[in-house]
């Protein structure tokens, strides 16, 4: 397995912001995390990455534990966050060759940088590039590390129909490589698109956990996005 985690729960003071979460993943598959706003997904990551303290039976990353082996698994693990802090006056290689200072070994830069459009724009400062661009760099930057498992966290929000498809086409390449992602998205036509397995959580409880198909079957919905809010309690609420 890729990734274990069984019986985690992360708590804010007395809220329970997740509540006892337990899944697998393996090579070469996409779990993604679903959910309402507050629904305990970012808390799900921070606390399966080891930067937010939690209770769990187990919890394990390619074999080891993120906490007590954190530099050896790390160098194998990509992390996009949801709002990436670029320094002011970084140019977009600076970043880059930061980022990559920070593994022992990479992927091919310029490859990359191909690969999500941002060629001539290198020498471009981060700020200044368009939402979308800063976004396609956030994904870059998680994937430099050549890594064996990814972190998504809201893939593609702010990106237009067409860089969306060719970042799911570039994503499916990868994960017939091999590659493993957990990614949290609000669109299903994207979860759609990508995950083997989800996981919809409500309040921090796990109230769907299973395939696509064993979504539509169960809540008997026609498509998975009114099966998703059939389960995640959003059906007619503002
Ligand atoms: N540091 C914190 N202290 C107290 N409560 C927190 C903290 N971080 C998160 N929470 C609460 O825990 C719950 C889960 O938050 P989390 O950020 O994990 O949700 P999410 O599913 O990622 O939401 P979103 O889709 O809005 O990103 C929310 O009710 C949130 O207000």
């Known amino acids: 397995m890729v990734l274990s985690v069984k019986n985690m729960t992360v708590s804010y ?5 997740v509540d006892n ?3 697998t993943l393996k090579k070469g598959n996409v779990i993604g995390l679903l959910g309402a706003n507050g629904a305990g997904k970012s808390s799900t990551i921070a606390a399966v990455l080891g930067v937010q303290k939690s209770k769990f039976e187990e919890l394990s990353i390619l074999g080891k534990s993120p906490i007590r082996n954190r530099k050896e698994v790390f160098e194998q ?4 966050f ?5 320094q002011d006056k970084i140019t977009v290689k600076e970043a880059c060759e930061q ?7 990479t992927g091919d830069l310029s490859q990359l940088i191909q690969t999500f459009g941002l060629e001539g724009k290198e020498n471009q400062l981060v700020k200044s590039l368009s939402g979308g661009e800063r976004q396609r760099l956030a994904v870059l930057l998680a994937l430099l590390p050549n890594p064996k498992l990814v972190f998504l966290d809201e893939l593609t929000t702010g990106l237009d129909t067409k860089a969306r498809r060719i970042l799911w086409q570039h994503l499916q390449n990868m994960k ?9 998205s609000h669109y299903m036509d994207e979860v759609d698109a990508l995950c083997d ?3 919809i959580l409500r309040d921090g409880v796990t109230v769907f956990k299973g395939t696509v198909s064993a979504a539509l079957e169960s809540s008997k919905k026609t498509s998975l996005e009114e099966a ?3 389960y995640s309690g959003e059906e007619d609420k503002w």
């Not at 003071?13 to 912001?17: D, L, N, P, R």
């Not at 693990?77 to 996009?80: A, D, M, P, R, S």
């Not at 980022?99 to 070994?105: E, F, G, N, P, V």
């Open 13 to 17: 003071g007395s809220k329970k912001a």
């Open 21 to 23: 979460i337990s899944f």
């Open 197 to 199: 397995e989800i996981i």
């Open 99 to 105: 980022w990559q200072s920070l593994y022992k070994k």
């Open 228 to 230: 998703y809010l059939y």
């Open 82 to 86: 949801q709002e990436t802090n670029f």
């Open 176 to 184: 017939k490589n091999g590659l493993s992602i957990v990614l949290t």
């Open 77 to 80: 693990v990509g992390v996009q």
